[in-house]
């Protein structure tokens, strides 16, 4: 008698193990905390590019035309190497003036601003004002002829 050998049939796709469709205490598969829709799902870069924006919206009514062109950037931290013209300290921002085929830009550091900033209210002053410092620094006027309001307290 010839012996049979099973040749498994490869054209049929084979599940490994059982379906897992609990934990192994019963309770189920694990989900969101939050609908992906709620502000609260949102990330903390996600709040900063928000304030950022919100910033620049406040300033772009005013400054609208001088600003037309302006790209605005959000970056976790700044370049190991600082700017020539940069002393000492980790900046918050940086602008960089228009080049040959580039637009003015300027760039806002998301976490050396949250470390420094107490709270959410205190983040959004404080982002505003670098937003204000760095116009004005392209614009080459003074941070208090952007935003009269910057040193008022607000």
């Known amino acids: 008698m010839a012996s049979s050998r099973y040749l498994p049939d490869f054209s049929v796709p084979r599940q490994i193990g059982p379906v897992r469709r609990r934990d192994r205490r019963g309770r189920g598969l694990r989900g969101p905390l939050l609908p992906a829709g709620l502000p609260a799902a949102r990330t903390r870069a ?16 005013r400054w609208g035309r001088q ?4 790209e605005f950037a959000v970056e976790d931290v700044p370049p190991a190497d600082p ?11 940086r602008c960089f003036p228009s080049e040959p085929g580039l637009p003015p830009r300027i760039v806002i550091y998301r976490r050396p ?7 959410p209210d205190d983040l959004a002053d404080l982002v ?3 937003v204000v410092d760095q116009v004005a620094h392209l614009l080459g006027r003074a941070p208090e002829e952007i935003d009269p309001q910057l040193g008022d307290g607000r």
């Open 67 to 70: 600003l037309d062109g302006v």
């Open 128 to 130: 505003h004002e670098v």
């Open 83 to 93: 700017a020539p013209w940069e002393h000492g300290g980790v900046p918050l921002g």
């Open 46 to 61: 996600e709040r900063f590019d928000e304030v950022v924006l919100a910033s620049v919206e406040r300033l772009e009514l």
């Open 113 to 119: 601003t949250e470390s420094r900033a107490n709270g």
